[in-house]
Antibody, heavy 112, light 113 residues
Framework: QVQLVESGGGVVQPGRSLRLSCAAS????????MHWVRQAPGKGLEWVAV????????YYADSVKGRFTISRDNSKNTLYLQMNSLRAEDTALYYC?????WGQGTVVTVSS | DVVMTQSPLSLPVTLGQPASISCRSS???????????LSWFQQRPGQSPRRLIY???NRDSGVPDRFSGSGSGTDFTLKISRVEAEDVGVYYC??????????FGQGTKVEIK
């Protein structure tokens, strides 16, 4: 059974950092490009970042470029999102996804 | 970046009746490999998104056949042949032809009249 389980969300002050994780199971993680997609409260879906199946390529939305870093550890079947210099507008539910599968999301709240 | 525009943004429907959602892209979604990478997602209240359709018209595993996708170029449609109560939620189109970035439509909220 395919499963993606995000963790690491929480409440953080502006300017601080947070690291999200996504544990994958039930499929061959190392064969899949993986994305982070976020959803601000009451808003639509916003693509954040992608990493190729082998980690060889990464791309970011302009809104997070230079602040967020996506990475993966295929030996641990885990996807990461390192979020630095967080802003209030980064407040959202963050999903780990391959688009044909989605996690339940982890909530990030940036507030002083 | 490719802009995806959905209409309507709100769609009240009667149970058992058909429903249709439009998605237009700011440029053609035909990829150089000949495929058109347009997907549809359903997000039920309080749930994560779920992909229904990929490459315009291919239904994902387990998706009821009352859902169908069509279109070409810049104009795409998601149709529900007979709306059921479990179809309530927000529907998004997404393009992954001209990426990065991957871009979503604003979402269409389907509710029962």
């Amino acid at each position: 059974q395919v499963q993606l389980v995000e963790s690491g969300g929480g409440v953080v002050q502006p300017g601080r950092s947070l690291r999200l994780s996504c544990a994958a199971s039930g499929f061959t993680f190392s064969n899949y490009g993986m994305h982070w997609v976020r959803q601000a409260p009451g808003k639509g879906l916003e693509w954040v970042a992608v990493i190729w199946y082998d980690g060889s390529d990464k791309y970011y939305a302009d809104s997070v470029k230079g602040r967020f870093t996506i990475s993966r550890d295929n030996s641990k079947n885990t996807l990461y999102l390192q979020m630095n210099s967080l802003r209030a507008e980064d407040t959202a539910l963050y999903y780990c996804t391959g688009f044909d599968m989605w996690g339940q999301g982890t909530v990030v709240t940036v507030s002083s | 970046d490719v802009v995806m525009t959905q209409s309507p943004l709100s769609l009240p429907v009667t149970l058992g009746q058909p429903a249709s959602i439009s998605c237009r892209s700011s440029q053609s979604l035909v990829h150089s490999d000949g495929n058109t990478y347009l997907s549809w997602f359903q997000q039920r209240p309080g749930q994560s998104p779920r992909r229904l359709i990929y490459k315009v018209s291919n239904r994902d595993s387990g998706v009821p056949d009352r859902f169908s996708g069509s279109g070409s170029g810049t104009d795409f449609t998601l149709k529900i042949s007979r709306v059921e109560a479990e179809d309530v939620g927000v529907y998004y189109c997404m393009q992954d032809t001209h990426r990065p970035p991957w871009t979503f439509g604003q979402g269409t909220k389907v509710e029962i009249k």
